[in-house]
C-alpha cells in the first residue's frame, strides 16, 4: 500500500507536533506547515490526500485558506478536516461547511476518532486514484486493440480486392470463408475480453461499493459529503449491472438454476409477454400442469421467453398466431445433450419464416434480418447461451412463408419440488444469526478482502483474513475455530471449491459461502453445501447468505 500525503496546518508547533504523534500510526506521509503561506507551497509541490486546518491562525485564519485551496481545480474535492479549540459555536460550524470542510473537530480531540477520520478519507482518496489509474489502462488498452483491428481489416480488404481482379468467382468463396472465420475469432476473443474484464471490474466494484456504503453509514444524513457518496454508489451500481450485461454476451454469467413451476412461471409473466405481442397476435398455450419442474435461472428464463416473443412479433407484420407448448420429451432429444430427463419448450409462429440459410446463421451473435436500428441480434444468442450454460439445448426450424419454431430442452429437477417464495425463506435464515460469528475470509484480492471483513465487522462478527487458500488451511489446522468461512474462488495455487472440498471432509460442520464474479464451478459432486454470492455483493445481501448459513448448519445439526 502506497503512502498518501496528509497536510498539517497550524501556527502552533506544538499542535503540530501533537497531530503528528496521534497520526504516525497510518503509516502516511504527514507534512506541515505553519501559515497558510507554507500550506499553499506544499499544495502545489505535491498531491494531498488529506488536509488537517487549524481554524485560528494569525496571518490567516483556517476558512480563508480553505476557500482559496477549493478554487484550485485539483483540491476540489481533497478531504479538508477543521480543528479548533475555540471557534466552536454552531455559526462557525456552518461556516467551515459552506468554505468546503468534510468534517469540524474539536479540542481537545479524541485520538482514536481523529484518527479513524484520517484513516478513511486516505483510503478513499487511494482507491479512488487507484480505479482512476485502472480505468486510464483499460482505455489505453482498448485504443491499442482498436487501431489492431482497424489495420487489421484495412488489409484485409486490400486483399479481398486482389483476389476479386483475379479469379472473382474463387474470390468469392473464398472472401466468404474467411469473412466467417475472421468473424467467429473475432467472437470468441471479444467474449473472452468481455468476461476476463467484467470479472476484474466486479472485484474493483466490490471494494468501492462495500466501503462507500459502509462510509455512508457514519456520514450525517443530509450533507454534503452523503450526496457525494450516495452519487458514487449509484455510479458503481451502474458499472455492477453493466458488467452482468457484459458476463451475459460473454456466456459467463452467474446463473442460479433453482426447480421451476414452468406453468406457473408463464402465467406470471404472460400478460407481459402479451402486451410486448401488441394487437393483432392470437396467443395459445399447451402447458400441462403436471409438468415436472425444470432446472432454470428464473430470472434469465423469462428473458429467453421475452425475446423469442419479439421475435415471433416482429416476423408476424400483419398478425397472426403464437403458440406455446411444453411438454417432457424422451424420444427427440438432440443428439448433443446428456441422457437424462429434459422438457422441451416450444414457441411457434405463423409468421415469415426463413430459408435454409438464414436459419443455420439464426444463433450467431450480432446476426439479425431485421432492418437498420431494429435489432441486435443478440437475443436468439443468448437464448442459445442460456439452454447450454444451464445443460439444455436449442433447435430451430423454419420454412419460408410458414413460419418458425424454437425448441428449447431444459433439464428436469429430479426429486424437488419448485422452490417457496424467496422473502419467507429469507426472513426465516436471517433470524437464526443471534450472536456474533467469528469469520475466516479468503481472498487474493486485499481490497475486496478489506471490504468484506469491514461489511462483517459492521455487522458485529470477529473476522480473520487469508490471502489464500493455503494460509487458509494454515490457520484452520492451527488450532483457531471459526464458525464460517467465505471464500472468494478463482485464487492462485488453489480454487475456493478445491478449499471447500477439503473444509468438508476435514472440519465436518463449518459452512462455507463461495462469492464469485461468473459462474466457474465445475459441475461434480461434493459441493452440495456450498452458498454462493455473485459479486459484487451488498451487506444485505451478505447478511442474508450468513443467515443460510447459519439456519443449514443447526438444521444438519
Known amino acids: 500500500m502506497n503512502p498518501v500525503n496528509i497536510l498539517l496546518v497550524d501556527d502552533q ?16 506521509n504527514l507534512l506541515k506547515a505553519q501559515s497558510g503561506r507554507e500550506a499553499l507551497e506544499h499544495l502545489l509541490r505535491s498531491d494531498i490526500a488529506v488536509i488537517l486546518v487549524d481554524v485560528c491562525m494569525p496571518e490567516q485564519d483556517g476558512f480563508e485558506l480553505v476557500s482559496m485551496i477549493r478554487e484550485h481545480p485539483r483540491y476540489q474535492n481533497t478531504a479538508i478536516i477543521f480543528v479548533s479549540a475555540v471557534m466552536m459555536a454552531e455559526p462557525d460550524r456552518l461556516r467551515g461547511y459552506a468554505a468546503g470542510a468534510v468534517d469540524y473537530v474539536s479540542v481537545p480531540i479524541v485520538p482514536d476518532v481523529l484518527r479513524a477520520k484520517v484513516r478513511v478519507f486516505a483510503d478513499l482518496y487511494r482507491k479512488t486514484r487507484e480505479l482512476e489509474r485502472l480505468n486510464a489502462e483499460l482505455e489505453n488498452r482498448v485504443r491499442e486493440r482498436t487501431a489492431e483491428l482497424e489495420a487489421s481489416a484495412t488489409e484485409l480488404r486490400q486483399l479481398n480486392e486482389e483476389l476479386e481482379q483475379r479469379i472473382e468467382q474463387r474470390t468469392r468463396e473464398r472472401e466468404a470463408a474467411l469473412a466467417q472465420l475472421f468473424e467467429a475469432q473475432k467472437l470468441d476473443t471479444v467474449g473472452q475480453l468481455t468476461g476476463g474484464v467484467a470479472h476484474d471490474f466486479n472485484n474493483l466494484l ?7 456504503k459502509l462510509l455512508k453509514k457514519h456520514l450525517p444524513q443530509g450533507g454534503k459529503s452523503e450526496r457525494l457518496v450516495e452519487n458514487s ?22 446463473l442460479k438454476p433453482q426447480p421451476i413451476d414452468f406453468l406457473d412461471l408463464f402465467q406470471n409473466i404472460e400478460d407481459i409477454l402479451v402486451r ?14 403436471s409438468l415436472p419442474p425444470l432446472l432454470v435461472d428464473r430470472n434469465q428464463l423469462e428473458l429467453a421467453l421475452l425475446n423469442l416473443f419479439v421475435n415471433a412479433r416482429d416476423a408476424m407484420v400483419g398478425g397472426g ?6 411438454e417432457e420429451d424422451l424420444t427427440s432429444m438432440p443428439v448433443n445433450l446428456k441422457p437424462g430427463r429434459y422438457v422441451r419448450i416450444t414457441v411457434s409462429d405463423s409468421g415469415e419464416g426463413m430459408d435454409e440459410a438464414t436459419v443455420a446463421r439464426a444463433t450467431e451473435p450480432f446476426f439479425t434480418t431485421k432492418g437498420q436500428g431494429k435489432g441486435t441480434g443478440l437475443g436468439l444468442s443468448m437464448v442459445h447461451g442460456l439452454a447450454a450454460q444451464s445443460g439444455g439445448a436449442l433447435s430451430l426450424s423454419s420454412r419460408k412463408d410458414e413460419g418458425t419454431t424454437v425448441a428449447l430442452w431444459l433439464p428436469v429437477a429430479e426429486d424437488s419440488v419448485p422452490a417457496s417464495t424467496p422473502l419467507e425463506t429469507t426472513a426465516l435464515e436471517v433470524s437464526q444469526v443471534q450472536s456474533p460469528l467469528r469469520v475466516l475470509v479468503v481472498d487474493d484480492d486485499v481490497l475486496v478482502s478489506m471490504g468484506t471483513a469491514a461489511m462483517l465487522e459492521d455487522l458485529g462478527h470477529t473476522v480473520v483474513e487469508a490471502s489464500s487458500a493455503a494460509t487458509a488451511l494454515e490457520i484452520l489446522g492451527s488450532g483457531h475455530t471459526f464458525d464460517l468461512v467465505i471464500s472468494d474462488q478463482a485464487m492462485p495455487g488453489m480454487t475456493g471449491a478445491e478449499l471447500a472440498r477439503l473444509i468438508f471432509s476435514s472440519y465436518p460442520g463449518l459452512p462455507v459461502i463461495l ?3 461468473y459462474s466457474e464451478l465445475p459441475d461434480d459432486e461434493g459441493l452440495q453445501a456450498l452458498l454462493r454470492m455473485t459479486k459484487p455483493f451488498t451487506q444485505e445481501e451478505l447478511q ?14
Open 276 to 289: 410486448a405481442l401488441g394487437p393483432g397476435i392470437d396467443v395459445r398455450k399447451h402447458i400441462p400442469a
Open 233 to 254: 454508489i449509484q455510479a458503481a451500481e451502474r458499472g455492477a449491472a453493466l458488467t452482468q450485461r457484459l458476463l451475459a454476451f460473454a456466456r459467463r454469467q452467474e
Open 515 to 517: 462469492a464469485s464474479g
Open 13 to 28: 508547533p506544538t499542535k503540530l507536533l501533537s497531530y503528528e504523534v496521534v497520526l504516525q500510526d497510518l503509516g502516511e
Open 321 to 326: 398466431t403464437l403458440v406455446v407448448s411444453a
Open 544 to 557: 442474508t447468505t450468513i443467515g443460510r448459513a447459519v439456519a443449514h448448519r443447526a438444521t444438519a445439526a
Open 206 to 212: 466490490m471494494a468501492i461499493l462495500g466501503s462507500l
